[in-house]
């Protein structure tokens, strides 16, 4: 009998003690979940809210703010780090590069006559420069033939300082070629005027013993 009871009481104080376990979380999950609701309901009370007056007079200081900026100013210094890069790009070429470069330019101008003018030599220098950017954009693609002088990784910046960075690429190998300046006359005289007829304008006479007479 005494075992029947010991066990009844054992299964008793379990279920009691499983009982208490189950109200003590239901009431923690109560309280986070109350706590939770209170800690959203204070930030959304704490979002500003503008009137329509604020709201237009921040538009109107974004507005004004805009205006002010230095645009010129701001595009002259992105036009000046966009240069500092070409020419960061351009010094990044090996010497070995920029005198073979200088080498064959130099060469192509030899090949024309002792007479030619500034207009043949720069048609020599931008045929060249064509040609030697065809060669290296086949390097690059690896369509180029083995016997190309400029080794693939070279190949890359050279193709960027001959196709955009020309101008940085010249002055870096010290190319210039003056302007051709070509002599136009004007005539500003308009078209129904006539020529004048050349006047001969009255000197002074000339003395007795400058006549000339006829000797026998």
Not at 28 to 39: F, G, H, I, T
Not at 78 to 88: A, H, V
Request: contains cysteine; charged residues 30%; proline residues 4%.
């Amino acid at each position: 009998a005494r075992g029947v009871i010991w066990g009844c009481s054992y299964k008793r104080s379990t279920l009691i003690v499983c009982s208490i376990n189950i109200v003590v979380a239901l009431y923690v999950l109560r309280s986070l979940y109350a706590s939770l609701y209170l800690y959203s309901n204070s930030d959304f009370n704490k979002v500003v809210k503008y009137t329509p007056d604020q709201v237009r007079k921040m538009e109107e200081s974004i507005r004004i703010r805009r205006a002010k900026e230095p645009i010129e100013l701001v595009k002259i210094v992105r036009e000046l780090k966009e240069e500092f890069s070409r020419g960061e790009m351009v010094a990044g070429l090996p010497k070995e590069v920029m005198n073979r470069i200088t080498d064959e330019i130099l060469q192509r101008l030899r090949s024309l006559n002792s007479n030619a003018n500034i207009s043949e030599q720069r048609d020599a220098i931008e045929s060249w420069r064509k040609e030697k950017l065809q060669e290296v954009k086949q390097l690059v693609h690896g369509t180029g033939g083995l016997n190309s002088s400029i080794l693939k990784q070279e190949a890359g910046m050279l193709e960027r300082a001959l196709e955009s960075d020309w101008a940085v690429l010249s002055e870096n190998i010290g190319l210039w070629v003056p302007a051709e300046i070509i002599h136009q006359e004007h005539n500003d005289k308009p078209e129904d005027e006539e020529e004048p007829e050349e006047e001969v304008l009255p000197g002074r006479p000339l003395s007795p013993e400058c006549h000339a007479e006829l000797h026998t």
